[in-house]
């Protein structure tokens, strides 16, 4: 499986903290990328550019470099593995000397893998609904690998009113846990499931409250 690398333009050591910040924000990215020369340095987590002077070069700000990249983009496995563990939604790619080749996107990974992996292995199926501008894919996914189980895909299904509604197929790990966490959270799970522990309460109490309502009637 081969995904576009995009490339999006690095910054040098000489670069200000506060424009990468403000490129950040434009390009929605967790993490920009820092060259010097055509060599990789590193890659700066751009929330922490919140907490240094915005006029400092970031060639001063190397304590805050993140050293995670790849040069290999056919196993998928790794690749997810190396976004979720670095919690991030971008990834740099570089060639064997180590030059700056360019940007993987979480998004576009997650999106190709719904199409190839989501319905063509054994798994649950997830069903979540989320606020439209509180939803995101590497959230959701992290939710899932965090409790154990294996992502297979994820599929944008509809976005209404109320937000945004997700299927995600699982394979491995604790339902129920899966299910918790998204509810913790703040995605409501549409899809009903055995395992779900919350769903069996609620479904006790309201037959405990109906046995009540039938006996004061008697």
Not at 145 to 174: H, Q, R
Request: proline residues 3%.
């Amino acid at each position: 499986m081969k995904w576009t690398v995009e490339h999006i333009i690095p910054a040098s050591g000489k670069i200000k903290a506060g424009e990468v910040l403000n490129r950040c924000l434009e390009e929605q990215l967790s993490h920009f990328p820092v060259v010097d020369n055509g060599i990789f340095r590193g890659m700066i987590r751009c929330e922490d550019l919140n907490e240094v002077d915005p006029n400092e070069p970031v060639k001063n700000l190397d304590y805050l470099f993140e050293n995670f990249h790849v040069t290999d983009l056919r196993d998928w496995t790794k690749l997810f593995s190396e976004f979720l563990t670095n919690e991030t939604n971008v990834m740099p790619v570089l060639d064997e000397h180590a030059q700056y080749k360019g940007l993987v996107f979480l998004e576009d990974i997650l999106l190709d893998l719904s199409e190839i992996q989501a319905f063509t292995q054994e798994g649950t199926l997830i069903r979540v609904l989320k606020e439209s501008k509180d939803f995101s894919f590497f959230q959701a996914a992290q939710i899932v690998e965090t409790n154990g189980a294996k992502l297979l895909g994820i599929l944008l299904v509809e976005e209404n009113p109320e937000g945004v509604v997700v299927e995600l197929k699982v394979t491995g790990g604790d339902v129920n846990r899966i299910l918790q966490s998204f509810r913790r959270y703040d995605y409501k799970v549409l899809s009903e499931h055995e395992e779900d522990l919350h769903l069996q309460e609620l479904r006790e109490h309201a037959d405990f409250l109906n046995k009540y309502l039938e006996m004061g009637k008697g």
